[in-house]
């Protein structure tokens, strides 16, 4: 496939950008013959700004287009119009876009692939969280580092690292970001929390504000010690919060899950039955979902009620969880065993739902997301800490394990707004993103 810009006109008020199109570290590809471009909005409705026979050159977005909050989406296809590269954009407002030149980065479909530019550093195990704009990495482990590791991030936007890192002096070992609904006095649009076993502190982002104090020692109501949140994994809610589930803590037993909101550095707790290594994951319409980790399927909702489902106690620890669809059912999977479904409306008699068969590769430290059309992708380590991704379809067949590009030990993985897959870290400043 060539490479091509592609220049974007608005009728109105003739505000214009390009495209540029870039394959990161991989080779151009030359099976596609034609491409499309999309603008797809928010709630998912799709307007074609350029078809097969438009691959480059000036697009008329119309009147209306320059204040659209849009994701710019390429479809290149071959001969025969199968699609087998796909490239995407955060959402953005096209009119901000105006005398910019957009880098817009396109990779062949279900495979990995090496992105444009680098983040700071290739640490192993980072804690990762998103935004529409970027991904963000804190804590995890860096060769020759001493002292707290910095909160940084790669931008999804002009594919590279941001311009700067926020040093903090806690080495968070959990990690969420929220986004605020405006901007706070700092110019803020967000802030990262990070907690250790010692204490918590909140960062403004971008302005790193905060970064410097001294962690709160302080503990919110409910929360016995800083230790029973630390080094559990975050949930994010569809209201916008952020909670740091103890009970999935793989290390010691918790009870508390600790609620950080979307007003700036306002945590609370939630306290629920105490669990160690639990999947989690979040359950949409109803709240946290559990399991596992030495209890059956739980929900438990942002006001802190819980509810069991009547399934059986399941011991084992350290599995992933994600939703199987959007009303009623989740998947587990991770280590040893075959991947399993869950049905939340099941009132009795309930037991796991086998889904296809469990992966080459026993997974430690998993993480599961949804590609839709009822497959999934789930990335972890082996015993010996090498990472490796398979994807799931529930098939008769062992899972198909995904090839890095890079070999890692110790990645880890977050999910896009637009649905990609990045995998970050693990001995190398390179992300690799995959998509459907």
């Known amino acids: ?67 659209l909050v849009a994701s710019l989406q390429l479809t290149g296809n071959d001969a025969s119009g199968n699609a087998v590269v796909f490239g995407t954009t955060p959402f953005v407002e096209l009119g901000a876009l105006d005398g910019a030149t957009l880098p817009l980065f396109v990779q062949r479909k279900g495979e990995l692939a090496r992105m444009p530019g680098e983040t700071t550093d290739d640490r192993s195990a980072p804690l990762l969280a998103v935004t529409g704009r970027g991904i963000y990495y804190a804590g995890g ?105 103890g009970p999935s803590k793989t290390d010691a037993p918790s009870s508390s899950i600790l609620v950080v909101s979307p007003k700036a550095e306002s945590v609370s707790v939630i306290s629920t039955t105490s669990r160690q290594g639990a999947a989690s994951a979040w359950a949409p319409g109803r709240g946290i979902f559990l399991y596992g980790g030495g209890g059956g399927a739980t929900l ?31 998947l587990v999977a991770g280590g040893a065993a075959a991947p399993v479904t869950i049905d939340l409306s099941c009132g009795a008699g309930c037991a796991p739902t086998p889904f296809g068969q469990a992966p080459a590769v026993a997974l430690q430290s998993p993480s599961l997301f949804a590609l839709g059309h009822g497959a999934f992708l789930l990335v972890g380590d ?28 110790g990645a880890r993985a977050v999910q896009t707004p637009t649905g990609a897959i990045v995998i970050v870290g693990g001995g190398s400043a390179t992300p690799e993103s995959y998509v459907e």
């Open 300 to 330: 438990i909702t942002a006001a802190g009620a819980a509810t069991d489902s009547p399934y059986p106690v399941e011991p084992a620890q350290g599995l992933a969880a994600v939703a199987f669809d959007a009303t009623k059912t989740m």
């Open 141 to 245: 482990s860096l060769s020759g580092a001493s002292g707290p590791l910095d909160v940084g991030g790669y931008d999804l936007l002009g594919l590279e690292a941001f311009g700067t890192t926020c040093e903090v002096n806690l080495n968070a070992t959990s990690f969420a970001l929220i986004q605020l609904t405006q901007e706070n006095e700092n110019g803020d649009l967000g802030y990262a929390a990070l907690v250790d076993d010692a204490g918590y502190l909140a960062v403004g982002l971008p302005s790193c504000g905060g970064g410097a104090d001294t962690p709160t020692k302080e503990l919110p109501t409910g929360l016995l010690s800083w230790a029973d949140v630390s080094r559990a994994p975050t949930v994010m809610g569809d209201d916008g919060a952020a909670y740091i589930v």
């Open 382 to 409: 082996d015993s010996s800490g090498s990472t490796h991704v398979f994807r799931l379809d529930g098939g008769p067949e062992s899972p198909p394990e995904i090839p890095l590009k890079i070999p890692r030990q």
């Open 1 to 67: 496939m060539r490479r091509f810009a592609l220049a974007l006109l608005f009728a109105c008020s003739s505000p214009s950008a390009t495209i540029q199109v870039t394959y990161g570290g991989e080779p151009t590809d030359p099976d596609v013959s034609t491409a499309t471009l999309a603008a797809v909005d928010q709630t998912g409705n799709s307007t074609t700004l350029g078809g097969p026979a438009a691959a480059s050159g000036t697009l008329d977005l119309g009147d209306s287009s320059s204040t």
